[in-house]
């Protein structure tokens, strides 16, 4: 029997779920990190973001098919192509990280989500379908009924811990994080790097009282998301302290040197999340996946100056 869905954008259940949740508490990252800035630089403006409480208006919650207490798979999706659509990138359990075809051995039936996105823990809950493979793409997607209007959620089975830490947003007008970019784009032999878009993100990953200066950066001459020339690149980097010392690393990059225009359908990186979600006190970073008629997500465990990717899948048509 088909259960409906839980996700509603009616203005009575958004008011509903306002006068529930109660107020949100807002608090200054800057009070408590070590700054790069005391090594580097002075800190930039910044916009503080805050998280929330999971969204109270459910009060039913279907059976997950019965899936093992120690194990969720992850989902990654929201609004994409005017519709509805998350992809599974695998599942973690007890014992570390799982594949797509090893979580949905795990489980195989209908599920209720919480959906997490940067600001809030829980922002909704959504009934999916079973796990469906898709020869086309390559990888399993999630059904639903749902309508969102929001992308870049990540989604866990309704119940499973996550932790989060407050996000500051850096401003992107500062010329000290455009330099880092540049200076990096330099070293990989990128001659005059220009800069279209920029992200900039603080958060202690590791819970050190530490902050980690996340970037990510893209430049492309063609808009049409076709073709790729020198100079053209999507990165993100992360600025890390050690000691007395600020290491700039890479977490995934792209970078297009030849001089003649290629048509490649080249891939765009953005940072999504920051989210605890093997429970084992230490943030992982979501990576938003995007190019011409293709979508998806990569997870990665930051441990020390180490970057390791735990999770990935990008559905391409």
Known sequence: MKTSFYIHLSAYLLILAACLQGPVDTQ?????????????????????????????????????????????????????????????????DGKGWLTPDESTASYSGEATYSLHNMEHVGRYFLWGEAPEYSVTCGTYSVGTEADLDEAGFVG???????????????????EFYQQVVTDWLSTEGVSAPQIDSLQIFRVDIEGDGVDEVFVSAQRFADE?????????????????????????????????????????????YSISNFIDLNQDGILEMVIEIDR??????????????????????????
């Open 224 to 268: 049409t998301g076709h073709m790729t020339e020198a100079g053209d690149y999507s990165l993100v980097l992360m600025r890390k302290v050690t000691g007395d010392s600020v290491h700039t690393l890479s977490i995934l990059q792209d970078i297009y040197t030849s001089q003649e225009p290629e048509l490649r359908f080249p891939f765009t």
């Open 28 to 92: 200054e990252a800057a009070s408590t990190f070590t700054s790069l800035a005391a090594v580097t630089e002075s800190a930039p403006a910044v916009q503080s973001q805050t998280l929330s409480a999971a969204d109270p208006s459910l009060t039913e919650t279907p059976s997950p098919g019965n899936p093992p207490r120690d194990f969720s798979p992850i989902l990654y999706g929201g609004r994409v192509f005017q519709s509805t659509s998350f992809l599974l990138l695998g599942g973690v």
């Open 156 to 174: 866990t089975l309704d119940g499973w811990d996550v932790t989060k830490r407050n996000v500051t947003e850096l401003s992107a007008e500062g």
């Open 292 to 317: 011409w008629e293709g979508f998806g997500a990569a997870v990665y465990r930051i441990d020390g100056q180490e970057v390791v990717q735990v999770l990935s899948q990008v559905c391409t048509l």
